[in-house]
Nanobody
Framework: VQLQACGGGLVQPGGSLRLSCVAS????????MGWFRQAPGKKREFVAH????????YYSGFGKGRFTISRDNAKNTLYLQMNSLKPEDSAVYYC???????????????????WGQGTLVTVSS
C-alpha cells in the first residue's frame, strides 16, 4: 500500500498539529495502522497504533494524554492529533501499515509492512 503523510510544520511549544496519512489502497479497513517518529541522530520510535476498525488504540508513554490517533476508513485516511507539543517532539513522523490485526499492544517497526515518506515536525519558539 502507498502511504502519503502530510501536515507537519513549524509550531511553537504548547501548540498543536494534526498529521494526516492517506492510503492508496482499496481495502484500507483491512489494515492496522501506526505512527512512528525519528529525531536526528536517534532511532525511529513508536508513537501510536490503531486497529483496523478504530476500536482500539495504543500509545507510547510520551504520547499518552497529548496525542490522539484516529482514522476515517471512508476517506482512507489516518490522523495523529498532537497537542501540548514540546521541543523534544521534533522529528520526522512516519505512518505505517500492517495488513490484518497486530497481536501486540507494543508494536515494533518490523510489525509494519508499508511506510509513508514522513513529514517533518519542528517544535520551536
Amino acid at each position: 500500500v502507498q502511504l502519503q503523510a502530510c501536515g507537519g510544520g513549524l509550531v511553537q511549544p504548547g501548540g498543536s498539529l494534526r498529521l494526516s496519512c492517506v492510503a492508496s489502497v482499496r481495502n484500507f479497513n483491512a489494515y492496522d495502522m501506526g505512527w512512528f517518529r525519528q529525531a536526528p541522530g536517534k532511532k525511529r520510535e513508536f508513537v501510536a497504533h490503531i486497529t483496523w476498525s478504530g476500536s482500539r488504540t495504543y500509545y507510547s508513554g510520551f504520547g499518552k494524554g497529548r496525542f490522539t490517533i484516529s482514522r476515517d476508513n471512508a476517506k482512507n485516511t489516518l490522523y495523529l492529533q498532537m497537542n501540548s507539543l514540546k521541543p523534544e517532539d521534533s522529528a520526522v513522523y512516519y505512518c505505517a501499515a500492517h495488513l490484518g490485526a497486530l497481536a501486540t499492544t507494543t508494536p515494533q517497526e518490523e510489525d509494519y509492512h508499508d511506510w509513508g515518506q514522513g513529514t517533518l515536525v519542528t517544535v520551536s519558539s
